[in-house]
């Protein structure tokens, strides 16, 4: 969502997201929702975003209600059962210039700012995002950072860690150690695709099975890779909130300038977006490992070996 908007307007933004899964015990927030009624066959996620918001008495919250989660119209009704003013955000299905600067106007006014200031703070940002795309950089190009650190340096681009100058200074802390280490270019390259997954360890686990992540599709876009010069150009680049083949042209592109040779496709339990692996499949051209997740915790048994198998067959390839 448009972070700039809440800077400009001295808000500090929490990426729910990050709270719950970043937690010692993510699947504590799980159970306090569905003890509060939240269905076992509904999603993780929106599990998880509704317990820490409940835990950590959060008083406002962002919904971004069209070109993400399904399900968020659904979690907001009952957060604002419980008390909590949600500002909903929607991005354009078609992606219209038009309705996503009415957007960023109501809700720059709904926080007592303007899109103008939202626009400096773009600027302000612009240092730090290019340092999120130089460790993307020593990802793939040099073979210097692991798929997991690039996941998380890249995903806390949501939301900074709430303090962008801090941000800005740990990564450049990063990158300095870093741009010393031998690189490691003996592993088979592969794309992470689809949301980011809600199992913890699945980068490593793929390194230890002979291959090394080199683009994180989704996390890569949170960093806004796409040079724009303004804030409604910056968001309509932005492929995530929008249809399937936006998301498919730049996974299609990078995947190419990254020599990938196999892809991972991330779902998740009970997410609509399970279905566009019928998509990716047909028109990707490389090999695709579907992996589903469903609550927190580490890699299972039965992934391992499909991991394992999936590896040496990109190898034997």
């Known amino acids: 969502m448009p972070v700039e908007i809440l800077f400009a307007a001295e808000r500090f933004p929490v990426d729910l997201n990050n709270v719950f899964i970043a937690s010692d015990l993510p699947a504590d927030f799980i159970r306090s929702a569905e003890s509060d009624g939240f269905p076992r066959n509904s999603c993780g996620w929106i599990k998880g975003i509704y317990g820490v918001a409940r835990r950590n008495d959060f008083r406002e919250i962002v919904a971004v209600t069209q070109g993400d989660c399904s399900f968020t119209q659904a979690l907001m009704e009952v957060l604002r059962y419980r008390g909590v003013s949600v500002v909903p955000f929607a991005f354009p299905f078609d992606r219209d210039r038009d309705f ?12 007592g700012t303007t899109v103008a200031e939202g626009e400096r703070w773009k600027e302000r940002l ?32 949501s939301d900074f860690d709430g303090d962008p100058d801090d941000y800005a200074r740990r990564a450049a802390a990063f990158l300095a150690e870093a741009s010393g280490r031998p690189a490691r270019n003996d592993l088979v390259p592969i794309a992470f695709v689809g949301v980011p997954p809600i199992v913890s360890g699945l980068h490593r686990c793929f390194e230890e099975a002979g291959a090394r992540t080199v683009l994180n599709e989704v996390q890569r876009q949170f960093a806004m890779p796409g040079t724009t010069d303004s804030l409604v150009e910056q968001y309509l680049a932005y492929t995530y909130p929008y249809s399937f083949f936006e998301r498919l042209a730049d ?27 019928i998509i ?3 028109e990707v051209g490389v090999p695709v490992l579907t992996l589903e997740g469903d609550a927190p915790g580490p890699v299972d048994g039965r992934t391992r070996i499909r991991v394992q198998a999936f590896v040496e067959m990109l190898q034997g390839r």
């Open 100 to 111: 996503l600067s009415r957007e960023l106007a109501k809700m720059a006014a709904r926080f």
């Open 126 to 157: 612009a240092d730090a995002r290019q340092l999120a795309h130089e460790i993307d950089r020593l990802t793939w190009e040099e073979g210097k950072v692991t798929g997991e650190e690039n996941h998380r340096w890249l995903v806390a681009c």
């Open 251 to 277: 996974i299609k592109a990078e995947a190419a300038r990254r020599e990938v040779r196999g892809i991972v496709h991330y779902v998740q339990s009970f997410c609509f977006r399970q279905i566009e692996d």
């Open 280 to 282: 990716l499949r047909e």
